[in-house]
């Protein structure tokens, strides 16, 4: 079920770029770097006619290159994807900014409201209460996560600690709790000394 729900949101995300590509701006690369902890939850689910996809990724002490002194900021980003495949409804957006990011490699807590670009919506913002608890081993290396969503891609390297955690929480869009009800996966906590986030918008 979740390799063909993975299919469906390729093809949702892939029939929306295509209906708006002929519209789009080139592409716009930003590239940051952090040092701290890092951490991507995500919550993916597939019932009925509805396939729903919500990611979350915090990154700690972010150098803003903009032209003069460096800013230091935490981070975070959301990304989510909503289709009813029965009534052909949709919601894709995305957003990126300053949020509060504390804890350790054990347990993570990002909290903060962020401008989300909501593409069937518009401007709205996104109010962020999440918290990863690890729930496997620490391992030691390099980590790499990539994804994509809502005319935004991600990319994140770091070199350090990384455990899989379990997200819990909140992520409110427009009055709705997005995440409820869904079903976790394939999420991190990471620490480093050192590391890098891209994003193509």
């Keep these: 079920m979740i390799k063909r729900g993975m299919s469906l949101l390729i093809l949702a995300v892939a029939t929306l770029v295509a209906t708006t590509s002929a519209q789009a701006a080139p592409p716009q690369k930003s590239v940051f770097s952090f040092r701290g902890l890092n951490g991507q939850a995500n919550w993916f689910d597939v019932t009925g006619c509805q396939l729903a996809s919500v990611q979350v990724i915090g990154n700690q002490n972010v150098a803003h290159s903009t032209g003069g002194k460096p800013v230091t900021t935490d981070m975070v980003t959301v990304i989510y994807t909503i289709f009813n495949f029965c009534t052909g409804e949709f919601r894709i957006g995305s957003g990126s900014g300053d949020a509060s990011i504390s804890g350790s490699l054990r347990s993570m807590t990002i909290t903060g409201t962020i401008p989300i670009n909501d593409l069937t919506q518009g401007p709205l913002t996104a109010t962020v209460n999440v918290t990863l608890t690890a729930s496997g081993e620490v391992t030691r290396g ?11 891609t991600i990319a994140v390297r770091s070199v350090g600690a990384t455990a899989e955690a379990t997200p819990s929480g909140s992520v409110v869009v427009g009055g709705v709790d997005l995440v409820a009800g869904l079903t976790t996966s394939d999420s991190a906590i990471s620490e480093t000394n050192g590391g890098s986030v891209t994003i193509f918008h």
């Design 142 to 152: 390099v980590n790499n996560f990539h994804t994509n969503g809502g005319g935004t």
